[in-house]
């Protein structure tokens, strides 16, 4: 158990501009992406999905999403904002978006069908490290921009649950403050217990 409890408290977010190639691919990605399907899934419906976005696919996507920012905005657009919007899903070698696909149910509620996609978002996260590489979880804008998401390959009923971005880290991780457990955990009380 050692090593698991080793692995899950090691696990940090790299800037995304800190993930460099190489990125998993081939065996070692399908490997990441079975290890991040296992998890609770009421009524098996499997209400998410997975997006691969890298190489010249990602890019032409970047010069799609900054045409989109360019027609919105016109001459208010400035390069920087062009050129962050052109390089947005080749920042990282890879970006794995993890899209909700949760529908109503008879038995199983939207939100369990969410917090799924969320569960299988977090096991990509920890795959990734465990199999040597970094990654960093963000929604931005795109996610909630329904033309950005049809450039995306997104369906206007499908939710983003984030973009995973992937890659080899270029410097080691940095520790940031966590939340003390007295101010995050409280024991149950039974009503009338005094």
């Known amino acids: ?3 698991a409890t ?15 190639d190489p990125a998993p691919s081939g065996e070692e990605l399908d490997r990441i992406l079975t290890i991040a399907a296992r ?10 999905r997975f997006i691969l976005y890298r190489g010249e696919a990602a890019a032409g996507i970047g010069r799609a999403l900054a045409k989109l920012v360019a027609a919105r905005e016109g001459e208010r657009m400035t390069e920087t904002r062009q050129k962050v919007e052109a390089e947005r899903f080749t920042r990282a070698p890879l970006v794995v978006g993890v899209v909700s696909t949760a ?10 069908q969410q ?3 969320a569960a299988a978002a977090m096991n990509l996260v920890n795959a990734v490290h465990a199999h040597g590489y970094a990654a960093n979880w963000v929604t931005e804008w795109v996610a909630y921009d329904e033309d950005a998401k049809a450039i995306l390959g997104i369906a206007p009923e499908e ?8 890659g080899t880290p270029t410097e080691p991780p940095s520790e940031r403050p966590r939340p003390e457990l007295s101010a995050i955990v409280t024991e149950a009380v039974a009503p009338g217990a005094a």
Do not use: C, Y
């Open 115 to 117: 917090l799924s996609g």
């Open 1 to 3: 158990m050692t090593e």
């Open 39 to 48: 998890v609770p899934d009421h009524g098996k419906l499997a209400p998410w």
């Open 6 to 20: 080793d692995l899950l408290a090691t696990r940090r977010s790299i800037p995304i501009l800190m993930l460099a």
């Open 103 to 112: 529908r109503e149910h008879v038995k199983i509620p939207v939100w369990e």
């Open 159 to 166: 939710r983003v649950v984030g973009f995973i971005h992937v």
